[in-house]
């Protein structure tokens, strides 16, 4: 059959074609920012545009973008507009710290994500999946998989990173992230306007709430594990947790900066795997050529005996994977990545002037016409073993590149391919009715709406 002729072409904004004015630009990156981009953006190497607020620059060219991220990374710091989104909610937790603080957090963080460490993982991935999938067996009508894996991956968290140790409860939580990155987690339009610090954002107020739970829940756990750390001494859990409390002190981090990389983990670091497993689903189900091969694959591994261990899985499920990584081709979990140069600086004919802003955006790179064939087409053939080496390295984003690349991205993969794996082999899932998920930029590329999909026993 012919992949690109028969290809599910899944719903995105359509380009612009015209210019866009100062209200219509802050009242669309309010609204959504994924619905602003032009013709050019998805077409051209780099754009440099002057908008009222900021001289800007959309880089495609992977050239460009290694230059940016990873080449002269010293010249490029985190973008101010971004930091005033993200630091009201992660202050100084890895997305957002910089200089020695970052490096003292990263430092810190490392020996919870090498290769040893995550492969110990793998078996609480998949037993904390076998469990989540059981309420399936009595579903009828309707679920939100979108919800349902922001639950999930709060399991899978909570069980690896804490050794199930986070307070408070799983439903309200899915709740509170829902409410957090709907308000806080928006661009407020006085951001772009560059007004004070002082004066009040009204999407920062409306999430105070949600952040307080996020907080509370923090506080909590660490006054959970801090009071087993005092009664069981070495026989605590070596997690991120534990890790973390112990690098507490002068020479590492301050009490602040642990409670800050917490929040980023609970709240950021699963929502990404969330979102792109949600989309995984949604489009297996309008693409059942390419879910049939994924559940043979699946089938076929599963009936081994004995069963490879999970943390093989990854490696052994390589359509599984390709349909994973399509889904964050086209709906990459963090849309943008924002720096802002410390110095003039140039790159080919490309002038690139000090405090523009710099745009790698892996949705329009994702999607360039350019560097893709078929780009807004779901095939997951392109991430084939065989077709990987056709993709340039920073053509394909969805970790981010450079020093500040995804540090949980080895654990994102495999946490994936354990839980689809785990669900598609007992479960079969199908859109209902007619209405298309719209992609919506907040921090993540969500479904407006969420989504909506029948579960039903494969067997």
């Not at 890895?94 to 200089?99: F, K, N, V, Y």
């Not at 309420?135 to 999930?152: K, P, Q, W």
């Not at 050529?289 to 043979?296: G, S, T, V």
């Not at 004995?306 to 052994?316: C, R, V």
Request: glycine fraction near 6%.
């Amino acid at each position: 059959m012919d992949t690109v002729r028969t290809a599910f072409i899944p719903p995105a904004p359509v380009p612009r074609t015209g210019p866009v004015g100062t209200i219509e630009l802050i009242r669309t990156i309010y609204r959504n920012p994924l619905e602003l981009w032009g013709e050019p953006s998805y077409n051209e190497p780099w754009v440099s545009i002057d908008w009222a607020f900021q001289h800007t620059i959309i880089a495609n060219d992977p050239g460009l973008i290694r230059h940016v991220l990873v080449d002269n990374a010293r010249n490029y710091k985190m973008a101010a507009v971004r930091q005033r989104i993200l630091r009201p909610i992660l202050r100084d937790g890895l997305l957002t710290a910089e200089g020695e603080t970052w490096k003292r957090s990263r430092r810190a963080m490392a020996p919870v994500f090498t290769p040893r460490h995550i492969n110990g993982f793998a078996a609480a991935m998949k037993r904390t999946t076998e469990s989540f999938a059981e309420r399936y067996e009595s579903v009828a009508g309707t679920i939100d998989v979108s919800r349902d894996m922001t639950m999930l991956t709060y399991d899978i968290l909570a069980e690896t990173l804490f050794s199930g140790e986070i307070a408070g409860e799983p439903d309200e939580f899915a709740h509170e992230v829902d409410r957090l990155f709907e308000t806080m987690g928006r661009v407020d339009p006085l951001d772009l306007l560059g007004a004070p610090g002082w004066l009040p954002r009204f999407t920062q107020i409306r999430g105070r709430r949600a952040l307080a739970f996020f907080r509370k829940i923090v506080a909590e756990t660490i006054v959970l594990r801090k009071a087993r750390m005092d009664r069981d001494g070495d026989a605590v859990p070596n997690d991120f947790l534990t890790l973390l409390l112990r690098a507490e002190g002068p020479d590492g981090l301050s009490r602040a900066e642990i409670e800050d990389n917490i929040i980023t983990f609970i709240g950021a670091g699963h929502e990404t795997t969330a979102r792109a497993l949600g989309w995984t689903f949604y489009l297996l189900a309008q693409a059942p050529w390419e879910r049939d091969l994924i559940e043979q694959e699946i089938d076929a591994f599963m009936q081994q005996d004995p069963l490879p261990a999970p943390h093989d899985w990854l490696n052994a499920l390589p359509l599984t994977r390709a349909a994973f990584e399509e889904a964050m081709r086209l709906y990459p979990p963090a849309p943008s990545i924002n720096r802002e140069p410390v110095e003039d600086d140039q790159y080919k004919d490309l002038h690139i002037p000090k405090g523009s802003a710099i745009l790698v955006m892996p949705w329009t790179v994702h999607r360039h016409r350019l560097y893709w064939d078929n780009p807004e087409a779901f095939v997951p053939s392109r991430f084939h073993p065989e077709n990987r080496d056709k993709i340039d390295r920073f053509q394909y984003l969805p970790f981010g590149a450079g020093p500040r690349v995804c540090i949980g991205a080895s654990f994102a993969l495999q946490e994936a391919i354990i839980a689809l794996a785990t669900l598609l082999h007992r479960y079969r899932f199908d859109t209902v009715g007619t209405a298309k998920p719209w992609p919506v930029q907040k921090l993540t590329t969500q479904p407006d709406g969420g989504l909506p999909m029948a579960v039903s026993a494969r067997r």
